[in-house]
């Protein structure tokens, strides 16, 4: 990989992240049983994707990387788009195509 | 989505004059196993294009095309296969990187917790297998199924969940393999640096259903762009907590107030 990250470290990246991956999976049924989960335990679990991808997401559309951390109206118009399709339709792939023809779109009008 | 679903009685009641109970009881193995791939198809809509987006990304971020089928095959996890390659094309440093990717799949611990009463009775590498290709799409199937036909047998439970993970998996990974090879041939300077940050928030937008979710998600945000200052992937490791913390606080709440989601 180029970027200064190493080939040895996306492979142990992906080694490592695909052993515990599996065992996260295989938890229950393999080991752990009929083992209730705690409440607040079950609450924090069922709240982690929507709130770990918004924070990763957020700073990358704030300040991209391509236009050296300044905002950007096609990227951030990008985003609403994508949001907004993606809570009214529920569909990943329509909001995906919403976010990426208002991102083309803009970058030409904008020149 | 609730951890463990004991069989209910009124499924079983109703489970007499349901001609599609019935269909499902008299099912084979092999042709429980193609029913699981049928349903499955309106799924491998959403999960092919994702697949190929993951390939072009991951390629742009500087993988080379056995990186990209080590996370498909080793992970196979579509968020936390982002995720991971965001942070490392980021700098970040190696832990961060992992406690994020598998943060994002700790979900799938209360998938496997809530598939035990269904499939406590297989062996141990029918269980590990299971485990591997329990994402997202195979649980939602296979959960719905078991719960709408109790009364299926361990061999019927066991091929319908395979029939669903060979036709969620095998075009995940072959979709990536295929996004790898041909996002070599997409010129530069075509704006593909948003393509993460425009899945992500694709793949947000469905989850934000409930108060709970929306405060998550909006305090994770706040806190995020707060902490951008902080070396690269450490504003995440402690927004993200932040936003959980608050769901569950919400959600609590919510349920006190008496009107749930």
């Not at chain 2, 001609?19 to 699981?36: C, D, I, N, S």
């Not at chain 2, 309106?42 to 697949?51: E, N, T």
């Not at chain 2, 902490?227 to 690269?232: F, I, K, N, T, V």
């Amino acid at each position: 990989m180029n970027g200064g990250v190493s080939d040895l470290t996306v492979w142990f990246v992906i080694i490592v992240l695909g052993i515990g991956t599996f065992l996260i999976r295989w938890s229950f049924l393999g080991a752990l049983g009929d083992r209730p989960l705690p409440g607040w335990v079950l609450r924090m679990l069922r709240y982690t994707p929507v709130a770990v991808l918004p924070a990763l997401v957020a700073p990358l559309v704030m300040w991209p990387e391509a236009t050296q951390g300044q905002p950007d109206p096609a990227r951030l118009s990008a985003a609403a788009a994508t949001l907004l399709v993606g809570v009214l339709s529920k569909n990943v792939i329509l909001a995906i195509l919403a976010g990426g023809i208002t991102l083309f779109g803009m970058l030409y009008v904008l020149g | 989505m609730s951890p463990s679903p004991a069989p209910r009685p009124d499924h079983q009641q109703a489970a007499a004059d349901d001609p599609a109970v019935a269909r499902a009881l008299a099912r084979t193995p092999a042709q429980a196993f193609r029913h699981g791939m049928i349903q499955s198809v309106p799924l491998m809509i959403v999960v092919v294009p994702f697949a190929l987006l993951f390939g072009i990304v991951a390629l742009e971020a500087g993988m080379d095309i056995a990186q990209v089928m080590g996370f498909s095959v080793l992970v196979l996890a579509g968020a936390s296969q982002f995720t991971a390659v965001q942070l490392l094309s980021d700098h970040a440093p190696v832990l961060i990187v992992i406690l994020s990717g598998l943060a994002v799949n700790l979900r799938m611990a209360m998938y496997s917790a809530s598939l035990v009463p269904w499939l406590r009775e297989a062996t141990g590498s029918q269980k590990a297998l299971i485990a591997y290709a329990l994402i997202d799409q195979s649980y939602a199937l296979s959960i719905q199924h078991y719960e709408k036909h109790p009364r299926l047998s361990l061999r019927q439970r066991l091929a319908y969940f395979a029939g669903v993970a060979v036709a969620m998996c095998v075009p995940w990974i072959v979709a990536s393999w295929v996004g790898a090879t041909v996002g070599q041939a997409i010129p530069e300077g075509i704006a593909l640096d948003f393509a993460m940050p425009i899945t992500f928030l694709a793949m947000i937008a469905p989850m934000l259903r409930t108060v709970a979710h929306l405060a998550a998600c909006f305090v994770a945000i706040v806190a995020a762009l707060a902490l951008a200052g902080l070396p690269s992937g450490l504003g995440l490791l402690i927004a993200a907590p932040l936003g959980m913390a608050t769901g569950a606080i919400v959600e609590t709440w919510m349920e006190r107030k008496g009107d749930g989601r």
